[in-house]
């Protein structure tokens, strides 16, 4: 089973904020937090991850919460192209033994 | 342009016939795994290597074998196909720190 809980479907307005959550209760000290999001059927594409403080990029920003056991992605102006499923794992910095992708989130952007 | 390659994209077989899938990486990633896709399952892991000649079981192994003789290529083997292996495949790529997957463009395979 995934580590990771998120909802199954979620809707966003053009241009305003998405912002996507995560359960990871059960995260070790170890593991990051990384996000991807497939389009269609086109490959995954990752977009960010973290350890425990915030992250920004070009993308989007990462919301870790002090206990680690959740985290919230936001797409800041969110447009058509970001509708997508947008999926959250942990993952050991270092390994790759058995990353479970679960289902995601399909997140619709509405014009 | 940095990527990872898959072929074929496309493949129509029969039960019972050998098939490879190749994935070949340009960007000398350690980190090299196989998923397969399928409706209601997500994203689930077939085998991964962690650097040449190295190899492990991810989630769900078996009816397929893959080898990582050099560091740029990862071929997955289905030595005997059956029609529950009729699935969206994906190869993806990874540096050992601090990076996410680079994935392939898929390979939909169906096993008649």
């Known amino acids: 089973d995934a580590k990771t809980t998120q909802p199954p479907s979620m809707d966003c307005a053009e241009g305003r904020a998405a912002n996507l959550p995560c359960n990871h209760s059960?995260?070790?000290?170890?593991?990051?937090v990384y996000w991807y999001r497939q389009i269609h059927s086109q490959g995954p594409q990752y977009i960010i991850h973290?350890?425990?403080n915030n992250e920004t990029n070009e993308m989007a920003s990462l919301i870790i919460t002090e206990d680690r056991k959740s985290s919230t992605l936001i797409l800041p102006h969110a447009t058509l192209r970001d509708t997508a499923v947008y999926y959250c794992?942990?993952?050991?910095?270092?390994?790759?033994?058995?990353?479970?992708f679960g289902k995601g989130t399909r997140l619709h952007i509405l014009p | 342009e940095a990527q990872v390659t898959q072929n074929p994209r496309y493949l129509i077989t029969v039960t019972g016939k050998k098939l490879t899938v190749t994935c070949s990486q340009n960007?000398?990633?350690?980190?090299m795994s196989w998923y397969r896709q399928d409706p209601g399952l997500g994203l689930r892991q077939i085998y991964y290597?962690?650097?040449?000649?190295?190899?492990d079981k991810g989630d769900v192994p078996e009816g397929y074998k893959v080898s990582r003789k050099e560091k740029r290529n990862f071929p997955l083997i289905l030595e005997s196909p059956s029609p529950n292996q009729t699935s969206l495949y994906f190869c993806?790529?990874?540096?050992?720190?601090?990076?996410?997957?680079?994935f392939g463009s898929g390979t939909r395979l169906t096993v008649v």
């Open positions: 993806a790529s990874s540096l050992v720190t601090g990076y996410g997957y680079t």
């Open positions: 059960t995260i070790s000290g170890n593991e990051y």
């Open positions: 973290g350890l425990k």
């Open positions: 794992i942990v993952r050991v910095e270092g390994r790759d033994d058995k990353i479970i």
């Open positions: 960007m000398n990633h350690e980190y």
């Open positions: 290597s962690m650097n040449v000649e190295v190899t």
